[in-house]
């Protein structure tokens, strides 16, 4: 792994984080709450993270070869994004923090649905799957477990700051705006529904 692949992947990394999906709907409910962007992000941060170390650890390669397995991943990480959708729907986000939305514990419910948002989403892992391995050398001086894992770092550095601005933009952009921010934030979760729905879907015509 030289520096023109470490370049090409985070070129990729950039794309792939920058198509808005169920982690930017996420990153916006979470902005126009206030005090949970932190744990929100650091939770999908984990979700991204948790699939570098399972593709390092060639786990990635064993379940991709077992269709039933990854398929019942598929249908649980679909139904869990129509879950957090739903929610997110019918319980509109506004930009006036509750008392609840400082709490210790509503920021760590914050980083467990953030962490299920990119750790059961079976497209995130797949990418990592079929992505990683292609930016590494077997004549590498490190192994390519080790390379794996730095590139897997910079695509969660990416993430980080991608998924912070999306955040921040939306608190910014909507923090006079009651009726707007509901609106976005019920448009967002219709789009979790939707992409969870596609998911199952797409496992269950197979």
């Known amino acids: 792994m030289d520096g023109a692949d470490v370049l090409g992947f985070w070129a990729v ?6 198509i808005p999906g169920a982690d930017w709907a996420y990153a916006i409910s979470a902005g126009l709450r ?9 939770g ?25 397995l990854l398929g019942g991943l598929t249908i649980a990480g ?3 994004l129509v879950w957090l959708g739903f929610l997110t729907f019918t319980r509109p986000a506004t930009p006036q923090e509750s008392a609840e939305a400082s709490t210790g514990s509503s920021r760590a419910r914050w980083w467990w649905k953030g962490l299920g948002v ?8 797949l ?4 992505l990683l391995p292609q930016f590494t050398s077997r004549f590498a001086p490190w ?8 590139l897997g770092l910079i695509h969660v550095a990416t993430c980080a700051v991608v998924y912070l601005a999306v955040a921040v933009t939306a608190r910014r952009l909507l923090s006079a705006r009651p009726a707007g921010a509901r609106i976005i934030s019920r448009v967002s979760g219709a789009v979790v529904v939707g992409l969870g729905v596609a998911l199952i879907v797409e496992q269950l015509l197979r």
């Open 13 to 18: 990394s950039i794309l792939f984080v920058l």
């Open 34 to 42: 206030g005090r949970v962007v932190a744990p929100a992000v650091a």
């Open 44 to 68: 999908m941060l984990a979700g991204h993270l948790g699939a570098t170390l399972l593709v390092a650890a060639g786990v990635g390669a064993l379940v991709a070869r077992a269709p039933g």
């Open 78 to 80: 679909g139904v869990y």
């Open 118 to 125: 990119s750790g059961l989403n079976p497209k995130v892992f």
């Open 127 to 130: 990418l990592f799957l079929a």
């Open 143 to 150: 192994p390519v477990p080790a390379q794996i894992m730095v």
